[in-house]
């Protein structure tokens, strides 16, 4: 729940490599500064850009995109920690998010949640000690005419049981970069 | 009233095998941005009467009409002015927009660009909620496309020196960014939370600009209308609620999906011939268009899906964005209950008061019901909880509480028996409720059409 503060007495603001690197910047800048008419605008785009790149969003990413679009960095967070789909925190490679909203659960979405429980050995939020999956639980995803759903990373899975989730489980490729939504038929064009 | 093809969705052959995404060229061939030509040689007045005359009520669940909308624009132009499209489709139950983006993206940049015409809008966000990103990847490819026709950008729509932008704003994982003015903080890269009113949208609305907002489906009607003109719109569904409406079937029935037909349809209609009926056992509740509307009970499968027969003839908020989610004989009411409540507990973006903690305390409540722990009390209340939150009792900025107060208004009148028999000692019929307001309040339950 967004309105929940979280206890950042021991958030690190890491010193070193910056995370918004020129190329990032030159995207922000020539794709994005475009399109809005004010900087702050760009903000919910630059958070999904580097939290493409990195996976999730550390205190020092978003302190450098407050920079950039010469906000506050108070602002910036307010915004971050405001919205379910940023990871403040470190997740795994692949992002097991099952739906759990009405039409699922009439379609035994709980099943899905505790099949991947148990085989993965992690509660819903919780993170695996290889890295590689975390699980969650979250609202309504749009598809509830092919329920129950499963979404990995942004690929979303429709009319799942546990042994078709097992199969796209086995399937996944070492790096999540490698994923191809099997619904595009052109090439992507970023976004 | 006569529905004899289907219109949004002509393009998207019912047979889902046969379904793919259609390109530029092939929305052309049938037909595609023939009405934008024609809105291009109309006044913009014109253009809204045009959509006012047809009786075009938006989709995105308030059944506000469109045109009219449209015409609290200011005329006189002194800046720059705004649309935003509202693809922030989260309620549960509700899965049409998808549906239409994903195969026919055009018919949607053809209505952008009408709208824009239409309300002299020089951009265009589409806000599409994050976790849809297959959807958005379409519509970025779509505008590649449409960007190299000529329709958006460069020397004005098809050469018209009449300029308009178009972009994709990705939401990030709030529901209450569909809120019209959560949309607006959202895209000015704010927390979502919703601006109290006035200021409307039309007047100050994304970056205190004048703005419309529509839903993806309203803005996908409009070059219809404009081919086939308003009365040919208001030869399908009712004099009040005119026009085709996509129905998202969801939950217990055969072939859930969406499904395209008039307003103004029977319930059961939508179950039995559409969805093709119920699966797991007979029918026993429905959501009638996203969970924020409340449910139709047992006896109401002869309810008419419009704007207007669901509200007052069906007990509902109204008919929403017309996702069904149908219920078969074995459903927990008082489980189905507190999911729909957790969703909003979850989604609340802690504003105000009555929603944040009203919503959690309800879902505290429905948790302890479901363990086996319910009291008496504790129905009583959920019923007084209900009657102090959202816009209509004026606690509340938006109108998510109204969903939360609609969802478990409906369920425990609809299914009282099934919520008093969780919790012993409640009165089985009427109960006296004292509001903290001081006012007495009799509640009587809708009768016990559970059995």
């Keep these: 729940m967004p309105w929940i503060s979280e206890d950042r007495r021991h958030t690190r603001v890491a010193e070193g490599q910056p995370l918004l690197t020129e190329s990032l910047k030159a995207v922000l800048r020539d794709k994005y500064f475009p399109r809005y008419p004010s900087k702050r605008a760009v903000l919910l785009p630059a958070l999904h850009l580097l939290q493409h790149e990195y996976n999730w969003l550390p205190t020092q990413a978003v302190q450098e995109i407050a920079e950039f679009l010469e906000i506050a960095p108070a602002e910036a967070l307010d915004t971050a920690s405001f919205y379910e789909e940023y990871w403040l925190k470190p997740k795994g490679k692949y992002l097991l998010q099952v739906c759990r909203s009405l039409t699922c659960e009439l379609c035994q979405s709980e099943q899905l949640r505790d099949h991947l429980s148990q085989k993965l050995n992690v509660d819903p939020g919780e993170t695996t000690a290889d890295k590689r999956f975390t699980l969650v639980e979250l609202e309504c995803l749009g598809a509830c005419g092919t329920a129950p759903v499963v979404m990995v990373n942004e690929v979303l899975h429709e009319n799942v049981t546990t042994d078709r989730l097992d199969q796209i489980i086995a399937a996944l490729p070492e790096d999540p970069h490698d994923m191809k939504d099997p619904g595009m038929t052109w090439d992507n064009d970023g976004h | ?451």
Excluded at chain 2, 182 to 202: H, M, Q, T, V
Excluded at chain 2, 208 to 216: E, F, G, K, Q, S
Excluded at chain 2, 343 to 366: D, V
Aim: net charge neutral; aromatic share 8%; proline share 6%.
């Design chain 2, 1 to 451: 009233m006569a529905f004899t093809e289907p219109v949004l969705t002509k393009r998207i052959p019912l047979d889902a095998s046969q379904r793919k995404l259609i390109g530029y060229d092939d929305y052309v061939a049938t037909g595609g941005y023939k009405s934008l030509k024609q809105a291009l040689e109309m006044p913009p007045a014109d253009i809204i009467k045009t959509v006012t005359d047809s009786g075009l009520r938006g989709r995105g669940g308030a059944g506000f009409s469109a045109g009219q909308k449209w015409s609290f624009i200011p005329k006189e132009k002194k800046g720059p002015h705004y649309l935003c499209v509202n693809a922030d489709e989260s309620e549960p139950g509700t899965f049409k927009d998808r549906y239409l983006i994903d195969h026919d993206p055009h018919l949607l940049l053809e209505g952008i660009a009408i709208a824009c015409l239409a309300t002299q809008c020089d951009i265009a966000y589409i806000f599409i909620r994050g976790e849809y990103h297959y959807s958005a990847k379409v519509l970025e490819h779509a505008l590649k496309e449409a960007y190299a026709h000529g329709i958006f950008g460069g020397d004005g729509v098809l050469g018209s020196g009449k300029k308009v932008e178009c972009y994709v704003h990705r939401g990030a994982g709030a529901y209450i960014c569909g809120e019209e003015t959560g949309l607006l903080e959202a895209l000015e890269g704010k927390r979502g939370w919703p601006r109290n009113k006035p200021p409307f949208p039309a007047i100050a609305g994304a970056f205190a600009r004048p703005t419309v907002i529509n839903n993806v489906e309203t803005l996908m009607c409009v070059p219809h209308i404009l081919e086939r003109g308003p009365a040919w719109f208001k030869t399908m569904g009712t004099p009040s609620s005119p026009g085709p409406k996509l129905f998202g079937m969801s939950g217990h029935v055969n072939n859930p999906g969406v499904y395209e037909d008039e307003l103004g349809i029977t319930l059961d209609y939508a179950i039995n011939k559409l969805a093709g009926g119920m699966k797991g056992g007979a029918y026993k509740a429905s959501v009638c268009g996203g969970i924020s509307m409340g449910i139709l009970g047992t006896n109401q499968l002869d309810i008419k899906l419009d704007f207007d027969d669901v509200r007052f003839r069906g007990g509902c908020l109204g008919l929403g964005t017309a996702g069904m989610i149908v219920m078969n004989e074995h459903t927990d009411m008082v489980k189905a209950l507190r999911n729909c409540v957790r969703f909003y507990a979850h989604e609340s973006c802690g504003q105000c008061t009555p929603c944040r903690e009203g919503s959690n305390w309800m879902r505290k409540i429905l948790d302890r019901i479901l363990d086996g722990d319910g009291k008496a009390a504790d129905l009583q209340m959920l019923m007084e909880l209900e009657k102090t939150m959202g816009i209509m009792p004026g606690t509340t900025i938006c109108g998510l509480a109204d969903g939360t107060a609609w969802a478990t208004r409906t369920f425990i009148n609809k299914f009282y028996d099934e919520f008093a028999l969780r919790c012993p000692e409640a009165p089985t019929k009427t109960i006296p409720l004292k509001v903290s307001s001081g006012r007495l309040n009799v509640l009587t339950p809708m009768g016990s059409n559970t059995r």
